[in-house]
């Protein structure tokens, strides 16, 4: 089993701050990084798929970037807004076909 | 389009009994992947199938899981005798390939319960 590692393990922001946090995973034989949101009460839902070091990825007020020679990847949110509440994911994978997922970012975002 | 599927939403058993739970995937989606988070921890991966064969199943926790799927389509797991230890949420995922560079589409998961 891979160690992937996420931080913090929870945040609360206020509306309109803007926050990141940090995904770790192991520098070797890597294949892809994902990244997902999970909201309460419904299933994970993709943000981004990386897979090339020095990837950024964008979708509207959020970003990722990868770092896959140091082993990490960061998920920026710009300008925090309520229906950003949710925990974050990111799953690494070394193979392309197993995925290893942290335990997530809860995010709190205070109206 | 339909989304992934599974059922049931919620199944309660007795310790020792068999349960089987179900995934409809995308249809056309080409890999399909079990995963199972239990109470405070993060999702564990169980095992993913290429069509239907499933290559490698070592991440299955014990003899008593089992997947199959057929007609590259439905996919059920399936658990002998269970234990609470085995009481988690299981999810079911599926994307175009079986390929890392394809996002996974997640069915909304079956909340088991052994009591």
């Known amino acids: ?111 | 389009g339909a989304g992934v599927s599974q059922s049931p939403s919620n199944k309660v058993t007795e310790k020792g009994k068999d349960v089987e739970l179900r995934c409809d995937p995308i249809s056309g989606h080409t890999a399909l992947y079990w995963y199972r988070q239990r109470l405070g921890q993060g999702l564990e991966f169980l095992i993913y199938f290429q069509g239907n064969s499933a290559p490698d199943k070592s991440g299955l926790p014990s003899d008593r899981f089992s997947a199959e799927r057929t007609g590259g389509s439905v996919s059920t797991l399936t658990i002998q005798r269970t234990q609470q230890e085995d009481s988690a949420v299981y999810l079911c995922a599926s994307s175009l390939r079986v390929l890392g560079d394809y996002e996974q589409y997640f069915g909304p998961g079956t909340r088991l319960t052994v009591t």
């Not at chain 1, 701050?17 to 892809?32: E, H, L, Q, R, V």
């Not at chain 1, 509207?60 to 990868?66: C, K, V």
């Not at chain 1, 949110?77 to 229906?83: D, F, H, T, V």
Request: hydrophobic share 30%.
């Open chain 1, 1 to 111: 089993i891979l160690n992937v590692e996420q931080s913090p393990q929870s945040l609360h922001v206020q509306e309109g701050d803007s926050t990141n946090f940090t995904c770790s995973f192991p520098s070797s034989n890597f294949y892809a990084l994902h990244w997902y949101r999970w909201e309460t009460a419904k299933s994970p839902e993709a943000l981004f798929v990386m897979t090339l070091n020095g990837d950024e990825k964008k979708k509207g007020r959020i970003s990722a970037t990868l770092n896959t020679k140091e082993g990490y990847s960061y998920l920026y949110i710009k300008g925090s807004q309520p229906e950003d509440s949710a925990t974050y994911l990111c799953a690494f994978s070394n193979t392309g076909n197993q995925f290893y997922f942290g335990t997530g970012t809860s995010l709190t975002v205070i109206p």
